[in-house]
C-alpha cells in the first residue's frame, strides 16, 4: 500500500500552524485572487496552484477538519473527530510509557468483529479506540455538486446608470462540460493511481501508521476514465457575452443577481449566480449622493446680495433656481425632486443640492473701486465681531 503524499496545507497557504481562522482566512482570500481561474485564463498552473489552496483552505479554515488534519497529519472524511482525539490522547499515553516506534496498523482489522491481537499487550484498548474512527459507509464519490458563485464589477458611466440602458460584458464561467455531459468521465475504468488497485493507502498519524480507504476511488482500487475534453472535471471554462439590462437610477455597489448564471455544477448539482456589482461613473459637474445630485454653484457678489434667479444645470437641462437676498458662499439650496429617479421606489426621485460659491470681482477699473469704497463706508459692519466676541 503506497503512502498517499503529504501535504503541508499551512505551508500552502502560507500561515504558521498557530494561525487563526481569521489569518487562515486572510491569506487564503489573497491567494485566491491572485490564483483564481477567471484572473488567469488557460493558465494550467494557476489553476493547479488554485486547487491546491483551496483544497488547503477547505481543510484548516473548518474547525473540526483541521482538528483531524493536526492530530494526523493528513485529512479523511472517514475519521470521527471525537474518536480522533480519543486516540491523540492514547497517543499520548503511550509515549509517556517511552516508547519510541511509531505503532504500525497497517493491515490491522478495525471491524467489531475481530478479536484484540493476542499477546499485543495494549493493542485490546487500541482496538476499540480505532473501531470507531472510520465510519463504515463510504461517502460517494462524486455526488451532485453545486456549482459557485461568480462576481464581476461591471462599470457603467454616469448617464446611463441615472438614464438606464443595457451594459455588455464578457464573462469566463464553467459550464458543463459538452462532451460528457458533467459526468467527468467517458466510461470504462482503469486502474486507481493513487492506491495502484489496492483500495486503500497508508496514513502516517503523527507517531502512529494506518490504512483508510484510498479518498481517490473511494476504496474500489478503480477510476472511471477522465473525459478528455474537460480532463475530469465535468466543466469546462468558456467565455460568453452578457447583455443587461441597467435600471434607471442605479446606484454605485449596487449588486444585481443573475440566478444560475454563475459556474455550473458536477454531475446534476445545481448551477450558482452570477453577481455584478455596479461601479457608476463621475461628472465633472455633478456628484451623486444617493438619488440626490449635489453642485457647487458660482453667482457674483451683487446675485448673492441682492437676491436674483438664475439658470442653474441640473441632469434633466436648464432650470431656474432663485437665490435669496443676502445669500452667504457654502450656502445650500435644496431644488426639490430635481435628482435621480428612484431605481427602487416608483415615481419618486431625488433632489439638486446647490452650493453657493460666491464669486469676488477681480477690480480693474477705478469707477468700480470708487463704487466699493463708498459701500464700504455705507456697511461698516464688522463680520468678524462674532468672532471676537468669542475669544
Ligand atoms: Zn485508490
Ligand atoms: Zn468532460
Request: aromatic fraction near 6%; include cysteine.
Amino acid at each position: 500500500m503506497p503512502p498517499t503524499q503529504h501535504k503541508d496545507y499551512y505551508a500552502t497557504i502560507g500561515v504558521k500552524k498557530t494561525a487563526t481562522s481569521d489569518e487562515i482566512r486572510k491569506a487564503f482570500r489573497k491567494l485566491a485572487r491572485k490564483y483564481h481561474p477567471d484572473v488567469n485564463p488557460g493558465d494550467k498552473k494557476a489553476e493547479e496552484k488554485f486547487k491546491e489552496i483551496s483544497e488547503a483552505n477547505d481543510i484548516l479554515s473548518d474547525e473540526k477538519k483541521r482538528k483531524i488534519y493536526d492530530q494526523f497529519g493528513f485529512y479523511s472524511d472517514q475519521i470521527d473527530p471525537a474518536a480522533a482525539e480519543a486516540a491523540a490522547r492514547a497517543g499520548a499515553a503511550q509515549g509517556a510509557h517511552g516508547q519510541g516506534v511509531p505503532f504500525d496498523f497497517g493491515g490491522f482489522d478495525f471491524s467489531e468483529e475481530a478479536q484484540p491481537g493476542s499477546g499485543g499487550g495494549g493493542w485490546g484498548s487500541f482496538r476499540d479506540v480505532f473501531s470507531g474512527m472510520f465510519s463504515r459507509e463510504r461517502q460517494a464519490a462524486h455526488g451532485p455538486q453545486a456549482g459557485t458563485d461568480l462576481e464581476y464589477q461591471v462599470n457603467v458611466d454616469f448617464w446611463t446608470a441615472i438614464r438606464g440602458g443595457t451594459a455588455r460584458l464578457e464573462i469566463q464561467r464553467q459550464e458543463v462540460c459538452p462532451t460528457c455531459h458533467g459526468k467527468a468521465s467517458t466510461g470504462g475504468s482503469q486502474t486507481c493511481p493513487e492506491c495502484h488497485g489496492s483500495g486503500q493507502v497508508t496514513q502516517m498519524g503523527g507517531r502512529m501508521k494506518f490504512n483508510i480507504a484510498c479518498p481517490r476511488c473511494g476504496g474500489t482500487g478503480k477510476v472511471q476514465n477522465a473525459c478528455p475534453t474537460c480532463h475530469g472535471e465535468g466543466t469546462v471554462y468558456k467565455t460568453e457575452p452578457l447583455e443587461f439590462r441597467i435600471k434607471p437610477g442605479t446606484r454605485d455597489g449596487q449588486r444585481i443577481r443573475l440566478a444560475g448564471k454563475g459556474n455550473a455544477g458536477v454531475n446534476g448539482g445545481a448551477p450558482g449566480d452570477l453577481y455584478l456589482i455596479i461601479r457608476t461613473g463621475t461628472h465633472p459637474v455633478f456628484t451623486r449622493q444617493g438619488d440626490d445630485i449635489l453642485i457647487t454653484l458660482p453667482v457674483t457678489v451683487s446675485e448673492a446680495a441682492l437676491g436674483s434667479r438664475i439658470e442653474v444645470p441640473t441632469i434633466d437641462g436648464r432650470a431656474q433656481l432663485r437665490i435669496p437676498p443676502g445669500t452667504q458662499s457654502g450656502q445650500k439650496l435644496r431644488m426639490r425632486e430635481r435628482g435621480v429617479p428612484s431605481a427602487t421606489r416608483e415615481g419618486m426621485r431625488g433632489d439638486q443640492i446647490v452650493t453657493v460659491e460666491v464669486s469676488v470681482p477681480q477690480v480693474r477699473d477705478e469707477r468700480s473701486r470708487e463704487i466699493l469704497r463708498e459701500f464700504a463706508k455705507l456697511n461698516p459692519d464688522d463680520p468678524r465681531e462674532a468672532i471676537w466676541a468669542k475669544v
